[in-house]
């Protein structure tokens, strides 16, 4: 398998993001999001296959994987990851690429493509387009339970024994094969006295006061310019019922939609079938 260079890219007010990058300087770039609580090893095997036709790099998201987390008194907002994708696409040069995300990344790509649509050349989404939204049913109650909750949110950070016991965690949690959880989970863990210990920032599990509404977010996806592709696991991911993802899908104006047998993950599960479907 093609081994990855590591790439800091330093953005304004201090925050420095990290980046995994495959494939040969000079081919057009892919620029690829991973999803909440992941990190660029979401691409270990996806991107080695690109590399065909990309350069590909697998951008890490304030707070996750190697990238710097914010100050103390922060939060993590999901607008606040636009701005910081593209200020990181100044920072590497990139005038006009391709935009890959996946779950929270796709989320993310959706709106980049929307903000500055003379950079994104094509948008491939991956498990999600446009951020969860708020149709108003739970908005008071989300707001409340987001300011009562712990600033630490009652936890201590969990220890590991080692490696393997991490990656039993993080399957018990995602449903995910161990083979396939290992390269987001070496990834994501540091060594400590103790053991191991996840490298993001704890802050990142926090419940947010706010989303946008579902009537915002389908006003800002339909400024989506690019051609636009989207792949949605079979049988469907809960939290991205078919209804809600077609709805959105109709506001944009160039954008396939294909259905893959599989889960949340489909970029590890099926990585030739979904480079094939990148290609195509």
Same mark, same amino acid.
């Given at each position: 398998m093609t081994a990855p260079t590591e790439q800091r890219i330093a953005l304004p007010h201090h925050l420095s993001?990290?980046?995994?990058?495959?494939?040969?300087?000079d081919a057009p770039p892919l620029l690829a999001l991973h999803g909440w609580l992941d990190n660029a090893g979401s691409y270990a095997f996806?991107?080695?296959?690109?590399?065909?036709?990309?350069?590909v790099i697998a951008?890490?998201?304030?707070?996750?994987?190697?990238? #710097?987390?914010?100050p103390a008194g922060a939060g993590y907002h999901f607008l606040d990851y636009?701005? %910081?994708? !593209?200020? &990181? $696409?100044? *920072?590497? #040069?990139?005038e006009r690429y391709t935009l890959l995300g996946h779950s929270l990344?796709?989320?993310? %790509?959706? !709106?980049? &493509? $929307?903000? *500055?649509?003379?950079?994104?050349?094509?948008l491939c989404l991956i498990e999600g387009l446009g951020p969860l939204g708020d149709d108003g049913t739970h908005t008071l109650q989300r707001f409340r339970d987001a300011f009562a909750a712990p600033t630490t949110?009652?936890?201590?950070?969990?220890?590991?024994r080692n490696i393997d016991q991490a990656i039993s965690a993080r399957t018990l949690a995602s449903g995910l094969r161990a083979d396939l959880a290992r390269p987001i989970v070496e990834r994501g863990l540091i060594e400590t006295e103790?053991?191991?210990?996840?490298?993001?920032?704890?802050?990142?599990?926090?419940?947010?006061?706010?989303?946008l509404a579902e009537d915002q977010v389908r006003a800002l996806i339909a400024g989506i310019d690019a051609p636009t592709t989207l792949l949605l696991a079979n049988p469907m991911t809960p939290y991205l019922p078919t209804p809600l993802m077609q709805a959105r899908a109709n506001k944009v104006r160039q954008i396939a939609v294909t259905h893959m047998d599989g889960g949340h993950h489909l970029h590890?599960?099926?990585?030739?079938?979904?480079?094939?479907w990148l290609v195509s």
């Open positions: 993001l990290t980046a995994q990058v495959w494939g040969e300087p996806l991107a080695p296959i690109l590399v065909r036709r990309w350069r951008l890490e998201l304030p707070g996750h994987g190697h990238s #710097g987390h914010l636009v701005g %910081a994708v !593209l200020a &990181a $696409a100044d *920072a590497l #040069g990139l990344g796709a989320g993310i %790509a959706s !709106l980049v &493509a $929307a903000a *500055a649509p003379q950079r994104v050349e094509r949110n009652g936890k201590s950070m969990r220890i590991f103790n053991g191991w210990r996840w490298r993001s920032d704890s802050r990142l599990t926090r419940p947010s006061p706010a989303r590890l599960e099926h990585p030739e079938a979904v480079a094939a």
